[in-house]
């Protein structure tokens, strides 16, 4: 359980206007902090199986709500997964990457297709003349 400086101070970086506290960005926040207090008391009660499970809860509800978030607003669910530094926004960078890249390889076969073609076409007229 967080204590209410700390939640008043999450709340205040993740609310989208002034009187903000149950907005999906706040309480994902909220959630993320209570998991990483959670999963540091499991780490030295591994036997505690009710926080465990209380655990799973939490992460059951910050996944409902990351959902949401992403299928409302992509743009504020990438901001949230990066600051928060979510395994997801790492997940999200790689796919970004790798879609670059695929790019980039594209551009550039492209572009020896086109030489090649254009090579090709003054052989011909280089025949013709």
Not at 50 to 79: C, N, T, V
Request: without cysteine; glycine residues 4%; charged residues 50%.
């Amino acid at each position: 359980m967080l204590d209410k400086k700390k939640k008043r101070r999450i709340i205040k970086k993740f609310q989208t206007h002034k009187n903000d506290t149950g907005s999906p960005q706040v309480q994902t926040a909220i959630l993320t902090e209570e998991i990483r207090d959670l999963t540091s008391h499991l780490q030295e009660h591994r036997k505690d199986h009710s926080s465990r499970r209380g655990l799973l809860k939490k992460l059951g509800e910050r996944r409902k709500l990351l959902k949401y978030l992403q299928k409302e607003d992509e743009k504020a669910f990438k901001i949230l997964a990066i600051t928060l530094k979510l395994k997801i926004a790492k997940k999200m960078n790689e796919e970004k990457e790798k879609e670059e890249k695929l790019v980039k390889l594209a551009e550039e076969s492209m572009k020896e297709k086109e030489e090649a073609e254009a090579a090709e076409n003054k052989e011909k007229e280089g025949e013709t003349k």
